[in-house]
């Protein structure tokens, strides 16, 4: 996992989707057997805004601005269900989504708003999913492909959570804020 190097007055966020607890559990299994050190220390997510280093003083307009972005999103059906990889470029190995692509595409860009408290450029283009192995040889990477394999996961997205890295190497969700807006009418 590469982290920000916060000054004196910052700290460490990300934005993300948190899987719900039972899902949340087969990932961390996947990740375990793959003996990714970080299973039990990442909750398994999709990322909106990976690890970014802000002031301590702008966590209140930043939480006033993920309620804003919250609020004007309905709740939508997330599906993960195929395996894919970055590598060679990074040793990463994840789970696809199939479905709720293009509504996390929007949220990302909506946190991480021109004129927002969050703008930044991505260092790689935004691709939605959750990791099931990081930086691990390649046999856990390929021991964790083989393991996603097995997981079909749905579920309906229903807030982002602003999480906070601590001194103990944890991320601690610091605020939630739940989609409230209506969904759009089906055309028919």
């Not at 220390?41 to 999709?46: A, E, S, T």
């Not at 970014?52 to 601005?65: F, K, M, S």
């Not at 079909?152 to 959570?161: V, Y």
């Not at 939630?176 to 009418?185: I, K, M, R, V, Y």
């Amino acid at each position: 996992m590469h982290l920000p190097a916060p000054d004196a007055h910052q700290c460490i966020i990300g934005v993300a989707i948190a899987l719900p607890d039972r899902d949340a559990a087969k990932v961390r299994a996947v990740r375990a057997a793959a003996g990714d050190p970080l299973a039990q220390v990442v909750p398994p997510h999709i990322t909106l805004l990976p690890p970014t280093a802000v002031d301590v003083d702008r966590l209140g307009d930043i939480t006033e601005h993920l309620a804003r972005v919250a609020a004007r999103t309905a709740p939508f059906t997330v599906h993960l269900q195929d395996v894919g990889t970055f590598r060679p470029i990074s040793p990463v190995v994840f789970l696809s989504l199939s479905q709720g692509v293009a509504e996390c595409d929007c949220l990302q860009g909506s946190v991480r708003d021109q004129d927002g408290p969050l703008a930044r450029p991505l260092s790689f283009p935004f691709h939605p999913h959750v990791t099931l192995a990081h930086e691990v040889d390649d046999a856990g990477l390929d021991n964790a492909a083989g393991a996603g394999a097995e997981l079909d996961i749905a579920f309906t997205a229903s807030s982002l959570h602003l999480y906070r890295f601590s001194a103990e190497g944890t991320w601690e969700i610091i605020s939630t804020s739940s989609f409230t807006a209506a969904p759009l009418p089906v055309a028919g």
